[in-house]
């Protein structure tokens, strides 16, 4: 007798995990906190890369500036197309009005009214390396000489840095046309200029009175750099002037004295010669502008 035994394999059932709505929810909420906080902090880190940058630029470009001052440099014919304006203001001790002038370079247009342009880079530095305080003669005074306070302020562009920064795009021998509208990505920054001669320190006694007297050789160059210029409207001639600000400082063996010579390979460079290149035949106006040097190879 045959029985015939039936069996069946019964297979355990398996439960499928998976996310719940609410565990998913939980996790976009975490990951979007995480993207927040990042968000947040990546613009500080991009501000801060970038003020590293223009401090490093600027750096370079103050030390090029100091040694030009101080050196008396002369052949510098490309720092003209750098230096778009140059504003000078006398104020006179004896109340007579503030004088301006302003000067311009030859990649920017003459804006304001008035305004001359560099001839050479030998009008630049004799600008520029005016002392702060000067004898001038004023309106209310045209036949004398009165104390005037000098103001230099320049308005340049990135003379380092990325070639995206840099103003003159040459192809072949042709210079960047005014209209070029590449120059309008350079860095731009304020400069400005002081140069004071320090005085004799007085002493109660006669006999250190003479020793003191060389302090009267020696001169501070302090060169005040302002950060970014930035454009204003469609006015290529208007900016807005950022809120960074760095000074630099050396000292000088030399007076600034008054230029003499009609070009810059004069050897004679010393003696009176008003902008661009008149030499003076008589005597000082208000109208009259001397350019000033420092003795070459100052220390």
């Avoid at 991009?46 to 001052?69: F, G, H, I, K, Y």
Wanted: hydrophobic share 40%; proline share 7%; net charge positive.
């Amino acid at each position: 007798m045959n029985i015939a035994l039936s069996t069946s394999v019964t297979r355990p059932s398996y439960r499928r995990a998976a996310f719940t709505l609410v565990e998913i929810a939980l996790c976009m909420a975490v990951v979007s906190i995480a993207m927040v906080a990042i968000i947040g902090v990546l613009p500080a880190g991009l501000n801060v890369q970038r003020q590293n940058r223009e401090e490093a630029v600027l750096n370079q470009d103050a030390e090029v500036l100091l040694n030009v001052v101080r050196a008396g440099q002369v052949g510098l014919q490309d720092l003209v197309n750098y230096v778009d304006r140059v504003t000078l203001v006398r104020t006179y001790g004896d109340g007579s009005p503030a004088l301006t002038n302003h000067f311009h370079g030859p990649l920017v247009a003459g804006s304001p009214a008035g305004s001359q342009p560099f001839i050479d880079a030998f009008q630049l530095v004799g600008l520029i390396s005016r002392p702060r305080y000067t004898l001038e003669a004023s309106s209310k005074n045209p036949s004398g000489l009165i104390r005037a306070t000098n103001s230099i302020s320049l308005e340049m562009r990135s003379m380092s840095g990325s070639m995206a920064n840099l103003p003159v795009i040459r192809s072949g021998n042709v210079r960047t046309p005014r209209s070029d509208p590449r120059i309008d990505f350079a860095f731009r920054y304020r400069v400005a200029v002081a140069i004071v001669t320090r005085q004799t320190v007085l002493a109660p006694d006669d006999s250190f009175r003479a020793a003191d007297t060389t302090a009267n050789g020696v001169s501070e160059v302090r060169l005040t750099l302002e950060w970014p210029l930035i454009r204003i409207g469609v006015n290529p001639n208007q900016y807005r002037m950022g809120f960074n600000s760095r000074e630099f400082r050396t000292d000088v063996v030399g007076v600034p004295a008054p230029l003499l010579g009609n070009v810059p390979q004069d050897s004679s460079y010393f003696g009176s010669v008003l902008f661009p290149f008149n030499p003076l035949s008589t005597k000082l106006s208000p109208s009259d502008i001397l350019l000033y040097r420092l003795q070459p190879g100052a220390l």
